[in-house]
């Protein structure tokens, strides 16, 4: 196979001291992270909450730190799960090392609509507005998302399998990198995913003239959500792991479902005020509430 046209050469560790190390790639996290939640803060500034108040204001940020904090267990457990899934051979002989911290990592299929789950929940708790939050930070995830991948270059986080195409990238410096074997020319498949991803948020922007997501109930969630779906079972095709159902990966099967779960969502959504309206009556506007 040919060497790579794109061959990445650099340290990708940051050295602050003798005793004190960073990687680039987690640096570049952080700071998608902090962007993301300013974004999301921000757009939930702008979202009217639904109440007796003129002007309407908008939601509390506390509200989003709190939901923020509330999907972290639920990404971990569906980050976990969906690893396990990933590698079930192995873990339906070691079945002790599926909550083994030190053994095997996480995946992103499951782990964002887990996230999204528990920290929903958590909300609820608390009494915020859920629908309206999960409006205000639909774009947001997307970003962070996109962004995300495209930060996994710096690591050499999410390679593709082998590939002699013209942009194939290979990691020929010291390393340590996040995929195995990083020299071999391969699909920068974290690239491709980013361009998707980045796509969908202009397919987000333009679902925003429904009248579905104007209502700002949540609908745009699950339009992420699906898109962001299908971006990930598209990519699929390009990773190294490999196919369980004809040329389908375990990521792939389980994206589909993460896309059904979003046109579920969609579906429950456009329903939900003409199922009020069922309800209540055809005359229920002209009568007070």
């Given at each position: 196979m040919p060497p790579a046209v794109i061959q990445l050469a650099f340290d990708p560790v940051l050295q602050l001291s003798d005793t004190a190390s960073v990687r680039y790639e987690?640096?570049?996290l952080a700071v998608v992270l902090f962007l993301g939640l300013l974004a999301a803060a921000w757009i939930g500034s702008?979202?009217?909450?639904?109440?007796?108040?003129?002007?309407?204001?908008?939601?509390?940020?506390?509200?989003?730190?709190?939901?923020?904090?509330?999907?972290?267990?639920?990404?971990?457990?569906?980050?976990?799960?969906?690893?396990?899934?990933?590698?079930?051979?192995?873990?339906?002989?070691?079945?002790?090392?599926?909550?083994?911290?030190?053994?095997?990592?996480?995946?992103?299929?499951?782990?964002?609509?887990?996230?999204?789950?528990?920290?929903?929940a958590i909300a609820r708790l608390l009494g915020a507005p859920v629908a309206r939050w999960l409006h205000a930070t639909a774009l947001p995830l997307l970003f962070v998302l996109a962004a995300g991948k495209l930060v996994g270059v710096l690591g050499a986080t999410g390679q593709g399998g082998p590939s002699d195409i013209a942009w194939a990238t290979s990691y020929t410096g010291p390393g340590p990198w996040g995929s195995l074997a990083p020299d071999l020319p391969s699909h920068p498949a974290q690239v491709y995913e980013a361009i998707l991803v980045t796509l969908a948020i202009g397919g987000l922007l333009a679902a925003s003239r429904l009248e579905v997501v104007a209502r700002r109930d949540g609908a745009a969630m699950f339009i992420g959500l699906g898109l962001w779906a299908i971006a990930r079972f598209l990519v699929g095709f390009t990773w190294r792991d490999s196919a369980i159902l004809g040329p389908f990966r375990t990521e792939q099967l389980l994206a589909l479902v993460v896309l059904a779960i979003a046109i579920v969502g969609l579906v429950e959504r456009w329903r939900a005020p003409f199922a009020s309206v069922v309800e209540r009556g055809p005359d229920a506007e002209a009568r007070p509430a």
């Open positions: 987690t640096i570049g702008r979202t009217p909450s639904i109440g007796p108040y003129v002007p309407a204001p908008g939601l509390r940020v506390d509200d989003l730190v709190f939901g923020v904090v509330g999907a972290v267990p639920g990404a971990i457990i569906g980050g976990r799960l969906g690893a396990v899934l990933d590698h079930f051979d192995y873990y339906r002989t070691n079945a002790a090392a599926i909550i083994d911290p030190n053994q095997g990592g996480l995946t992103l299929t499951l782990a964002v609509p887990f996230g999204l789950l528990t920290g929903a």
